[in-house]
Structures are given as C-alpha cells and as structure tokens.
C-alpha cells in the first residue's frame, strides 16, 4: 500500500504515468465516471481548506464515490484531545482512502505509520503540499507543453509557504530549471533547500527582492500568499502582507507566453485587473487540480480503467 507525503515520493517515470492519466481524464471524463463506485474517501481537515478539501471531494465525486469527513480540528474528536494515531485508526474501518491536512509538520506521516489505508498529505504546516505540487506540475505541463528548460520566479512568502517548498523539490528533478527567489529579506526561502536541494545538485538559483528586475527573464511566475497564520507577530504580518502586488503595469514587463500562477487564495498580491490578462493561470490551475486528484486517487487504490 502506498501513501503520498511528499511528491518525491513518485519517480519521475511515476508523476509522467500519473500526468497522462489525468490528461486522459480531462478528455475522456466520462470513461471514469464509476471507476470508484463503492469506496469512500475521507477528508480530515485540521486547517482551514477550500479548494484542497473541495477538489479531493469533487474528485471522488467525479469518480462514482463517496466522500465524507470533518473540515475543523474543533469540529473532531481532536477537540476531545484524541490523537492523530488514534483518528486514523478509527478512520481506517470506515474508509477506502483519506486525505488529511494539520498545522503540524509530519502528522500525516505519523498516521501513515498506522493506517491500512492510503494517506494522502495535504498540507502540514510549513512543510509540503504535495496534491497543490502535482497541480502545479499539471499545469505547466499542460500550458507551456514541458516540465524541462524554463526560469521559474517564486514569489512572496518563500519561508512558510508549502506550496513553494514541494514545487522547488518536485521541479529541481528535471532538466534545465531555473530558479528565481522573489521575496524581502525575512520571507526567504529556507537554507535546508538552498543547500540541501539545489546547492547539493548544481541547480541555478538567485534571489532577489524587486520582482521589475526579474520580470523580463520568467517564463512562469509563481505568486503566494504572506502565510499569516504562521506568523508570530501580528505586526511583522501587517508590514509584509502588501509587499508585492502584481499589476497590469508590472505584467508589461513580462514575456508574451509567461504564465502567472497562484496556489490561491489570492489576498492582495495579484491585483484583480490581472486576472483579464491571457497569462493569469491560476483559475485554470483549479481545475487542473481536480484531474489530478482523480489520477491520484486511482493510482492508490490501483484502480485501472482500460
Ligand atoms: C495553499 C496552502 O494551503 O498551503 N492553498 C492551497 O492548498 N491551494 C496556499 C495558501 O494557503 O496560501
């Protein structure tokens, strides 16, 4: 039985498979329409979610299932002070698969050491967020038509955003990646992967704080949000949380065939008036994020529909 913690835990022989299934989904959805009839996925949400928690479930609508599950910590017996351990055990009489996010790093891992089901990480605390990770490779499959040979800009809250942390490891796998660190001083993206990810293999990278300088150079412009709730100061969040905004003036610096995405939710920093810009991907990177949750979804609980 497989579990997914992190989005090295596919070969990248894997994710190609993976991707190709979920495009074969986005053409030919009815084919899967019953693939899953009969099993359950369950949703143990520990953290505020809207689209995570909403795609696993629509995926598994799309696929004939059957979801249920909980979206707050206070809304579970972990209010009572009951134990992830304890939680999946439970869980894993009642479902087929689950998906669990938590504020603490590692705490899917800790319930995958106990489940009989799949686990899938969907989110922990600043650490990964794999399923947003295989979204994002999705979509710059689908969009730029390659996973190989482009400069990549992140931009924003490099520190505690998770999405960022996979990306960089799920894109440092592949050819001729460029990596442009876009964010102040305290939000920079943390040593462990400067050193350990891209130093270590001899992967390019720079890191800058003006997004005009770089702007020119970006195929694909990854914006985030400043994570609030892992702030500890109110006050450190309010002087940073405006610190980029992305406008129309500042996508004419951009190339014609950039892509501008976004793991959302968007707060301010990509103004409303980008979003008419042909090059805003980050809606249609919502829905990409749906076909690759079925793919996802089918592959651990090796379900193959010819
Ligand atoms: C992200 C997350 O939860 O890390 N959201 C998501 O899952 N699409 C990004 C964020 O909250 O800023």
């Given at each position: 039985m497989r579990h997914l913690m992190?989005?090295?835990?596919?070969?990248v022989e894997e994710l190609d498979k993976l991707l190709d299934l979920a495009h074969d989904i986005e053409l030919h959805p009815e084919k899967y329409a019953h693939a899953c009839d009969g099993k359950k996925l369950a949703t143990l949400f520990y953290e505020p979610s809207t689209r995570t928690r909403l795609s696993f479930e629509a995926a598994m609508l799309n696929l004939g299932g059957n979801i249920f599950g909980f979206s707050s910590a206070a809304s579970s017996s972990a209010s009572k002070g009951e134990s992830v351990s304890d939680t999946i055990r439970m869980i894993s009489c009642y479902a087929d698969i689950c998906a669990m996010r938590h504020p603490k790093e590692g705490a899917p891992m800790v319930a995958s050491a106990v489940s009989s089901i799949p686990v899938i990480n969907a989110g922990d605390g600043g650490h990964q967020h794999p399923t947003q990770t295989l979204t994002d490779l999705l979509t710059i499959r689908s969009l730029k038509?390659?996973?190989?040979?482009f400069t990549i800009g992140l931009c924003g809250?490099?520190?505690?955003g998770r999405t960022v942390h996979s990306l960089v490891r799920a894109l440092?796998?592949?050819?001729?990646v460029r990596f442009i660190f876009i964010s102040p001083e305290e939000l920079k993206v943390p040593e462990y992967i400067k050193e350990d990810v891209l130093e270590a293999q001899g992967i390019p990278f720079r890191e800058v704080e003006r997004i005009e300088d770089v702007m020119p150079e970006l195929d694909i412009l990854y914006m985030t949000r400043v994570q609030k709730e892992r702030f500890f100061n109110e006050e450190d969040y309010v002087r940073l949380k405006d610190f980029y905004i992305l406008n129309n003036r500042k996508m004419?610096?951009?190339?014609?065939?950039m892509i501008v995405m976004h793991p959302?939710?968007?707060?301010?920093?990509?103004?409303?008036?980008?979003?008419?810009?042909?090059?805003?991907?980050y809606f249609r990177q919502v829905q990409y994020g749906v076909y690759v949750r079925m793919a996802l979804i089918l592959t651990l609980l090796e379900v193959n529909v010819c």
């Amino acid at each position: 039985m497989r579990h997914l913690m992190s989005p090295l835990d596919f070969s990248v022989e894997e994710l190609d498979k993976l991707l190709d299934l979920a495009h074969d989904i986005e053409l030919h959805p009815e084919k899967y329409a019953h693939a899953c009839d009969g099993k359950k996925l369950a949703t143990l949400f520990y953290e505020p979610s809207t689209r995570t928690r909403l795609s696993f479930e629509a995926a598994m609508l799309n696929l004939g299932g059957n979801i249920f599950g909980f979206s707050s910590a206070a809304s579970s017996s972990a209010s009572k002070g009951e134990s992830v351990s304890d939680t999946i055990r439970m869980i894993s009489c009642y479902a087929d698969i689950c998906a669990m996010r938590h504020p603490k790093e590692g705490a899917p891992m800790v319930a995958s050491a106990v489940s009989s089901i799949p686990v899938i990480n969907a989110g922990d605390g600043g650490h990964q967020h794999p399923t947003q990770t295989l979204t994002d490779l999705l979509t710059i499959r689908s969009l730029k038509g390659r996973l190989d040979h482009f400069t990549i800009g992140l931009c924003g809250d490099l520190k505690f955003g998770r999405t960022v942390h996979s990306l960089v490891r799920a894109l440092a796998r592949y050819e001729g990646v460029r990596f442009i660190f876009i964010s102040p001083e305290e939000l920079k993206v943390p040593e462990y992967i400067k050193e350990d990810v891209l130093e270590a293999q001899g992967i390019p990278f720079r890191e800058v704080e003006r997004i005009e300088d770089v702007m020119p150079e970006l195929d694909i412009l990854y914006m985030t949000r400043v994570q609030k709730e892992r702030f500890f100061n109110e006050e450190d969040y309010v002087r940073l949380k405006d610190f980029y905004i992305l406008n129309n003036r500042k996508m004419k610096l951009a190339k014609d065939d950039m892509i501008v995405m976004h793991p959302l939710p968007r707060v301010n920093e990509i103004s409303v008036e980008v979003d008419k810009d042909p090059r805003a991907a980050y809606f249609r990177q919502v829905q990409y994020g749906v076909y690759v949750r079925m793919a996802l979804i089918l592959t651990l609980l090796e379900v193959n529909v010819c």
